[in-house]
Every structure is written in structure tokens, then in C-alpha cells.
């Protein structure tokens, strides 16, 4: 008799902040938080390293993986836009970490990742 192979653990991005994995000694990375409701996700990013502000919305897709499309605006002013396959993982320490395959409306692509953080405090 053969055991059931058990589903894998779908990370859940619901209310989790997240902040770019960049080789910045400062930490000026940007942050922001997820949100999903059923199959929608969406997300808020806050200013750092060259960031000023920036928003996403998606769908999830069944493997827990989410398609989306986002705006950023830089602190330069620049404003960019494209498209991303959003892979979330969990680390060693059980925390997670989305592989971002982005695709910008300049037509630049790459991958970048971003990790799971403790909720900044934030003034009000």
C-alpha cells in the first residue's frame, strides 16, 4: 500500500509585507503588502532605493502562482509599467519569497524577488 503524497503548502499572501532582495548595505529596498481575496491579488509598494510608490493587481492561479500587471512610479519621476508571473515560495525558515518574471511595457524583462518582513510600524 502506498502513502497519499500530501499537496503541497500554497503560501498565502494575504496581509504579508514583503521588501525587494536588493545588495543595498543602506536597506533603501522598497516594501509594500499583499492582499488576496479569493482568486484577486493585489498589492501596495512604498518608497525605497529608487521606488516612490507603485500598486498591482492580479489573479492567482491554482498551483498558488499569480498573474498581474503593475504601475510603478520612480523617484526620478519616471513612470513604468508592465507585467509579471508572480512565484511564491517558502524559505528554510518558513517565511516566503515571490521570484517576480516581469516583463516591462518598454519590453525589459527579468526576475527579480522580493522577501517576507516583519510589518514596519508606521506613523499615522
Known amino acids: ?13 494575504d496581509g504579508v509585507w514583503f521588501r525587494l532582495e536588493v545588495d543595498d ?16 491579488v493585489w498589492a501596495e509598494f512604498y ?3 529608487t521606488l516612490r510608490s507603485g500598486r498591482l493587481v492580479g489573479l492567482l492561479r491554482p498551483d498558488g502562482s499569480f498573474d498581474a500587471a503593475y504601475c510603478l512610479v520612480t523617484a ?5 509599467s508592465g507585467e509579471c508571473h ?3 515560495e517558502f524559505d528554510a525558515q518558513g517565511n516566503i519569497r515571490i521570484r517576480d518574471h516581469f516583463r516591462r511595457a518598454d519590453g525589459t524583462t527579468g526576475i527579480s ?3 517576507q518582513i516583519p510589518a514596519p510600524v508606521r506613523e499615522a
Open 25 to 40: 548595505p543602506a536597506g533603501g529596498a522598497p516594501y509594500g503588502q499583499y492582499h488576496r481575496e479569493d482568486d484577486l
Open 1 to 13: 500500500m502506498t502513502a497519499a503524497v500530501p499537496e503541497p503548502l500554497v503560501p498565502d499572501v
Open 47 to 49: 518608497a525605497g532605493g
Open 86 to 88: 508572480s512565484v511564491p
Open 113 to 115: 524577488a522580493i522577501r
Open 76 to 80: 526620478t519621476g519616471d513612470l513604468v
